[in-house]
């Protein structure tokens, strides 16, 4: 006789019709309707003889000392067997050594994962469950879409759920088939979502715009910005932590503060995100977790395995879909669990969602002496006698598997080795259950034989199976609900999808509990066929794919299964944005959630995008997704024709909003942050360059900069950010803001110089020595220069060490601007030190000495501002200190020293003083103009009250060519009258040349109309009459 090969222990049995129309399979447990039933209900007895194949070759496992095996334990009186040749193989049967024919157990075929009709009595979705459109608008504020029904309504729907016919079921090929049709399996592989277009639902839920999008606490805007900038600092700093522990401490800790707050919407967001970064980033597998199993260790050393997929999917689905309220209700039964209605409803789920523990509790403390179910096996309440016995042993065998379950540990790599070998015992202690219970029952042959072999007879069938079904539920030995129950949750145990489907209420449940209990196999139908049979031999010594990209295509495949076929109650609410974020996460579909996200927290979308992106798993636009904007101009791609939801876009509008906020305070007292600046920080961690640029600087014109803090700020966070072109506009635009409306001259330099903006520098500078010379004071006074002026000019080296430490560029441009003023104002200082001195100090130099001193300082200026017009040409190339325009005021204020009863001018300063009127004399015509209307400024400040018009006036006409340019006018040079009354060089105005307290003051000597003739005239002279002293004094060498 022709032998199907051995069938593979790992394709589970399949399971009886649950309570919905669709999934339904063939059924390997316990059928039969209880007594006062329909016996057209649906069968639930075991079929087809046990695989005998194993993780250990031909022979049967022995994972222990004690077995699974019923015959020996408290049921020792169960029938003697006879010297049966156990059935091999799906549907195939062989007689006992006294004739008789041994059990036999068929499987049910079937084509596909599809649907199959329902008998006409069964209840409508709509009688069943009600409608699902009413609430609708509360299930999308509140994420209840999808959320499971209590156990009672389904425990209901589970029972009339038998009332359709088997016998109709299995005459289209369902229920007991023979062995050509391979096992049913709910999920196809590598199946995609059909019915739904979730991007485009998505997109049609989340808003039009982020202008009514309200922002969270300020506490939790902080804590999240910390956190995502600590992360870009672990994967960017110079030692760059692991990306996959970096990310997963920054999920762990954003989950953390974002449940710390009140709103409604950002825990809706939470609950999202926890399922869709918990699967991508699943965190440490730590101690607290559990054992490892042995194929961890294996890892390379230093590596934290991360918890499996299986326990995300898990701790999920208990946190936010729990159904504790049933089971706290059974727990609370007195007398004995098993008295609830409710009691084995609930021992499955708990098992289902991996609660063993209380799976333990409920069996060990069911006491059947009471149990509800005895009623509709016995007619009387709770079970005595030898069926008492019996039940009572066979939760205890459950049990013992149990307490061997790796989830007890937390183990929860369903794919790995310790599993594996659950998997096998679990089904190992379902055939010594069935052997135990039934024997070799007539009646399951009877039926068995009829159902697979009647299928043109339908009356014929119905008649054998009503009265097999009947026999069989009087021989078994357990009781028959009890019975039943305990292979359906050995069917769980051992991963059975159609029994696992059968107790999910929601598609999400439905979704999860299949991935969670998946082996890894990914089966493929091949029905009609004996391949079937010999691929399952070799099946199990597959390696098993444990990565994340074989979970995603598992949990796509479930959801296209379940959301594709038409079953009403695992149907997806289109119009709960909840409901379709769920589904997207699901389908690893990154952008669909965003899009939700978006609508719920604006915070939590862009932080989940920011973890996307880093984490690899956000997906792009095809190839052009990867590129930005110049590098698409480049290529003259239309950039409108990129679609996609992407992390600029959405950190792009999150800045937008936060630019609005003024200050933000967090509770932990950490330094409140300008919404500006938060703004700025996100933006700067855009991949596109220049959109990045772009927003940013539209947030900084916008910005009113009002005080040299706020830009400090401003510009070190530029700096920080590698944003030095920004950090550039921001010290030019409040350099520009002070000189226009203040007289803070040393910040209006300093923040020039961080501008780096060497012509504004030189402005003010010029400006500042005009001042001087026109008024012949060190201008401003000592005792009025801002704090950063009196810095520079006080202690200049220590300013430009302090300022290089920030900026070296500004630093050096500084120091080559700043000698021009500062070298005037020394000479000012040091002709002006002992009419200034306070009662009671005494001057620093002697008269002559620092005469001397003086007289060199002012011999340098000279010299610097003639240099552009040596000979008499002019070149504008030549940059000097001083502009030339001052000459003539300069020549004058040497005047003093040249025919002094004491010579004071060395012969080098004779020909540098000698040089410099010739080079004036034979100038340009302009430079000339230039330099006499300056100084007709100059003595007009001496011989009137208010000079302000005068100077305007006599500086309108100045003009130069390229860095050589007079600035006398530019600034407010009326300023000068508004110096305080309390300085000791105050102006005192009178009735021409003022009398403000100098040592000397040229000007004194010149009428107001005087022109420069006139003092080259007369410093000709002096310069003559010098050098024929020196040559007397036998001074001839320079």
Known sequence: MFR?????????????????????????????????????????????????????????????????????????????????LEGNGQGHYRTSSDGRPGSQRGRAPSSEFGRFPLHPSAPTQDEDMGKDGEGEEDEEMDGSAGDEQPLAQRHTRLRDSFSQSLVSR????????????????????????????????????????DRAITLESDDIILKTERILENLHARLEGNAPAPKNEALGDAVQELLAVWRTSSSKKLSLATTLSEL???????????????????????????????????KVLLDWLNTHRPADEETDEVLQEDGGYSKHALFWDVVQTTALRGQFTTTMRLLNGAN????????????????????????????????????????????????????????????????????????????????????????????QSRANFSLSTHSRKVECKVPW???????????????????????????????????????????????????TSRLSLTRSNRPQDTSFEAYAGRLSACLASILDSDDEDLSLSITSAFDVALACVVDDNVEGALHILRKQSLTAAAAVAEVA????????????????????????????????????????AYADQLAFKNELSSQDGSPARAGWELAIVILGRLDDTGLANERIQRILDELPLTSAEQVDKVTQLCHSMSLSDQALRISLKYADYLQANTQNYGDAILYYARAHAAPKIQEVLRALVAHCLIKSIAYPPLSELDASLKKLVTFPKKTLTELAALDSEAAELLSNSLSGYATIRKFYDLRDEEV???????????????????????IVIIASASSSIRGGLYDPEVETVVQVDVLLSLLGEALVFINQPKRTLTLRNLYDLLAAVEDFSTAPSMIQAQCEEALRTTLAAAHENSPRSSLNKSTSNLTTASSQYSLIGSMDLGSVEGVSTDSSTVLVKGSGVDDVKRAWDWRKGFPRGAKGEDVIRILRLGIAKELGRAFAEGEFKP
């Open 276 to 310: 869709l970064l918990g699967i991508h980033h699943r965190g440490p597998f730590g101690p607290e977790n559990g054992d490892l199993s042995a194929s961890r260790a294996f890892m390379h050393p230093g590596s934290e395995p991360s918890r499996p997929i299986p």
């Open 613 to 652: 992106s880093a984490g690899g798993w956000l997906k792009h636009d095809g190839v052009f997704g990867q590129l930005d904007q110049s590098d698409l101009l480049l290529l003259s791609y239309n950039q409108s024709s990129r679609t996609g939801l992407s992390k600029d876009e959405l950190l792009a």
């Open 368 to 459: 059947f002496a009471v149990a509800h179910t005895a009623e509709e096996d016995e007619e009387m309440t709770g079970y005595h006698g030898p069926k008492l016995k019996y039940a009572t042993q066979a939760a205890s065998e459950a049990v013992i598997l149990l307490r061997q379950c790796p989830g007890l540990n937390d183990d929860w790599d369903v794919k790995g080795h310790d599993w594996s070998i659950f998997r096998q015992r679990a089904q190992q202690a379902k055939r010594d259950l069935e052997e135990f219970a039934e024997g070799d029952s007539q009646s399951r042959f009877t039926m068995s034989q009829s159902l697979s072999g009647s299928h043109f007879g339908l009356s």
């Open 481 to 531: 609900s009890v019975y039943e129950q305990l292979l359906q949750l050995y069917n769980v145990l051992s991963g059975d999808e159609n029994e696992i489907l059968k107790w999910s209420q929601t598609w999400i449940e439905a979704t999860l509990c299949l991935t969670i209990w998946w082996n890894g196999e990914e089966y493929e139908p091949s029905q009609g066929s004996l391949v």
């Open 4 to 84: 199907v090969p051995d069938s593979d222990d790992s394709i589970a049995p399949s399971t009886p019709d649950r309570s919905r129309k669709s999934f339904a399979g063939p059924s390997t447990t316990p059928a039969g309707p209880p007594p006062g039933q329909s016996f057209f209900g649906p069968t639930s007895t075991p079929a087809g003889a046990p695989p005998s194949f194993s993780l250990f070759g031909d022979a049967k496992p022995n994972f222990d000392p004690k077995p699974y095996n019923f015959n020996n334990s408290l049921f020792a009186s169960s029938p003697p067997k006879n010297d049966v």
């Open 836 to 858: 200034l001195l306070k009662e009671g100090d005494k001057p620093a130099h002697r008269p002559l000495a620092r005469k001397r001193t003086a007289a060199n300082a002012l």
């Open 170 to 209: 299995s005459s289209v090929g369902e229920g007991y088939a023979p062995e050509q049709f391979g096992p049913t399996k709910v999920v196809r592989s590598g199946a995609k979502l059909q019915r739904y277009d979730l991007l485009n639902l998505a997109k049609g839920l989340a808003p039009n715009t």
